[in-house]
């Protein structure tokens, strides 16, 4: 199986920083890599499939890039609405494997 | 809009069954295949397995084989996981999942999500 390691584990951030979440896979899955986040008590949301296509709807201050094996998620400039927890995923080979995930919180 | 409603939470003893659905609404339901994808309290995300609700091929993440049976009924759009022999570690939050995308999957639309609780 693919293991698929995301760094840090969790951050305090003030509102308006920027944000740099990593993936690492264990091999290379190319481009197949997406980002969750997920809030509390609710399913995960798409955020960016395909290593840096925005999903639709999501705003644009998300951003994703990487190929390979390193990947990264940026929030460009933090808002409240986007504390929560990220995701990575990988969907290069069954089973389809997570990161283990990444806490954002309010420093 | 695409929608996808789950069953209501369970508790189960040790050795049960549970089944859980998940209905869909507003797409093509025989188009794109459903996954199940589950979460243990505090836990991150675990991948159990998908569907192709066009013609019922499945495929199971290793784990889980011989445990888990996922079905779908294209008259009511809805899709099925079965998971037996339950243990404690079986408690989790259970989510559907469709997957879009010809080459590289994303799982575009969720359930809300079914909690099931084994316990004696």
């Known amino acids: 199986d693919i293991q698929m390691t995301q760094s840090p584990s969790s951050l305090s951030a003030s509102l308006g920083d920027r944000v740099t979440i990593t993936c690492r896979a264990s091999?290379?899955?190319?481009?197949?890599l997406n980002w969750y986040q997920q809030k509390p008590g609710k399913a995960p949301g798409l955020l960016i499939y395909?290593?840096?296509s925005l999903q639709s709807g999501v705003p644009s201050r998300f951003s994703g890039s990487g190929s390979g094996t390193d990947f990264t998620l940026t929030i460009s400039s933090l808002q409240p609405e986007d504390f929560a927890t990220y995701f990575c995923?990988?969907?290069?080979?069954?089973?389809?494997?997570f990161g283990q995930g990444t806490r954002v919180e309010i420093k | 809009q695409v929608l996808l409603v789950q069953s209501g939470a369970e508790v189960k003893k040790p050795g049960a069954s549970v089944r859980i659905s998940c209905k869909t609404s507003?797409?093509?339901?025989t188009n794109w295949p459903i996954h199940w994808v589950r979460q243990a309290p505090g836990q991150g995300l675990e991948?159990?397995?998908?569907?192709?609700?066009?013609?019922?091929?499945?495929t199971y993440a290793q784990k889980f084989e011989g445990r888990v049976t996922m079905t779908r009924d294209t008259s009511t759009s809805t899709v099925y996981l079965d998971l037996n022999s339950l243990k404690s570690e079986d408690t989790a939050v259970y989510y559907c999942?469709?997957?879009?995308?010809?080459?590289?999957?994303?799982?575009?639309?969720w359930g809300q999500g079914t909690l099931v609780t084994v316990s004696s």
């Open positions: 395909a290593a840096s």
């Open positions: 995923q990988q969907t290069f080979s069954t089973p389809q494997t």
């Open positions: 091999q290379t899955i190319t481009k197949y």
């Open positions: 991948w159990m397995g998908e569907i192709n609700p066009s013609g019922g091929a499945t």
């Open positions: 999942a469709r997957g879009m995308g010809i080459l590289i999957i994303h799982f575009d639309s």
């Open positions: 507003g797409y093509s339901f």
